[in-house]
């Protein structure tokens, strides 16, 4: 297209700039849909979160040139396409939701086919947009998360607040079997028992103290012996010298 009309560079323009704000795009093939069915599945999706625009091949190709993306096959006979964005809190789209309102409005209308699609800018074939329409939903896949992370805290609670419980129960236990305290209790009747041991010291002092008396013996055995002893001679020499 050398001279492009002017109304096809606008539309190139919106094609482009839609591609470029989607989250996921997803192809379809609406031969036999009729503007009602067309209505229907517009409003369907844009609860879902996406819209669904028609636009002619060649200008779709001219636009999504500069996407590094070989769309060609996708791009054969009547293409409709449902761009998934962004919502308005900043929130990604729901491309699980537009995957889903699709499939639903397949099994119900023939004439709606699912030929592929982008995920980012990752090509899509029409099994992986059926697979992707099986994805649970977003809030359900949060709360699974939020149930998987819950799981494991309030078992580390469980087992802190266990923890100290069985201290206190093996405490009890082991002062109930005699260990602990009553080895103390065993311990000080011992250390009574050693002033007993300690009297045996000052009865040997008594008994030293009463030597002494003994000692006296010998003392009154030499005064008396050697008065008797020398008594004796003065007799006798008393005696001998009266015969003569």
Same mark, same amino acid.
């Given at each position: ?5 002017? @109304? ?176 103390? @209790? ?59």
């Amino acid at each position: 297209m050398d001279n492009p009309r002017p @109304e096809k560079v606008a539309v190139v323009d919106e094609v482009r700039e839609q591609f470029a704000a989607a989250d996921a795009v997803v192809f379809t093939e609406y031969r036999g849909l009729s503007v009602r069915d067309l209505q229907d599945l517009r409003g369907r999706l844009r609860t879902a979160g996406g819209e669904y625009r028609i636009y002619k091949n060649t200008l779709v190709r001219r636009a999504a040139a500069d996407l590094e993306a070989d769309l060609d096959g996708l791009l054969v006979g009547p293409t409709a396409i449902a761009f998934v964005k962004a919502k308005a809190d900043g929130t990604p789209g729901d491309a699980v939701g537009v995957a889903k309102e699709l499939k639903a409005f397949a099994k119900t209308n023939a004439g709606l086919v699912l030929k592929g699609g982008l995920l980012g800018s990752a090509p899509l074939d029409a099994a992986e947009v059926m697979r992707l329409a099986d994805v649970p939903p977003r809030e359900e896949l949060l709360a699974r998360l939020a149930g998987g992370i819950a799981a494991p805290m309030r078992n580390l609670a469980g087992l802190l607040q266990a923890v100290p419980q069985k201290f206190a129960y093996a405490l009890q236990a082991l002062v109930e079997q005699g260990g602990g305290a009553p080895a103390v @209790e065993e311990a000080a009747p011992a250390a009574e028992s050693a002033p007993e041991d300690a009297e045996a010291p000052a009865e040997a002092a008594a008994d030293a103290e009463a030597a002494p008396e003994d000692a006296e013996a010998p003392a009154d055995a030499a005064d008396e012996t050697p008065a008797e002893d020398a008594e004796a001679p003065a007799d006798a020499a008393d005696e001998t010298p009266a015969e003569d």
